[in-house]
């Protein structure tokens, strides 16, 4: 399974980015797919996870209610929409995909990495 993720930029606070993440290769095996982010000096932390199959979704905290997680199977393809950005949002955005099939996708090992998209956001 190749991810290939795209979309982020530079915003001011208070403004939105939707990043994509196209799945090709072996996709039939996806259970899900995620989102994780990494900022300067800081480690690696979930954001949101979607199932591939039913749609169901789980996010971190500190982005409930801002942020949306959302798939097109048809297009193989998964986002991430991010609403109401805020300086501490700024990091690099890894797309995941797992082939293990468990109960909640914030808890579970990922088998597939793309490459990060910067987002950066401006106060």
């Known amino acids: 399974v190749q991810l290939q993720a795209s979309g982020g930029g530079l915003v001011q606070a208070g403004g939105s980015l939707r990043l994509s993440c196209a799945a090709s290769?072996?996709?039939?095996?996806?259970?899900?797919m995620g989102w994780f982010r990494q900022a300067p000096g800081r480690e690696r932390e979930f954001v949101a996870a979607?199932?591939?199959?039913?749609?169901?979704?789980y996010y971190a905290e500190s982005v409930k209610g801002r942020f949306t997680i959302s798939r097109d199977n048809a297009e193989n393809t998964v986002y991430l929409q991010m609403n109401s950005l805020k300086p501490e949002d700024t990091a690099v955005y890894y797309c995941?995909?797992?082939?293990?099939?468990?109960?909640?996708?914030?808890?579970?090992?990922?088998?597939?990495w793309g490459q990060g998209t910067q987002v950066t956001v401006s106060s």
């Open positions: 995941a995909a797992t082939r293990r099939v468990v109960g909640d996708l914030r808890h579970v090992e990922y088998d597939y």
């Open positions: 290769g072996r996709t039939l095996s996806i259970y899900g």
């Open positions: 979607i199932r591939w199959s039913g749609g169901s979704t």
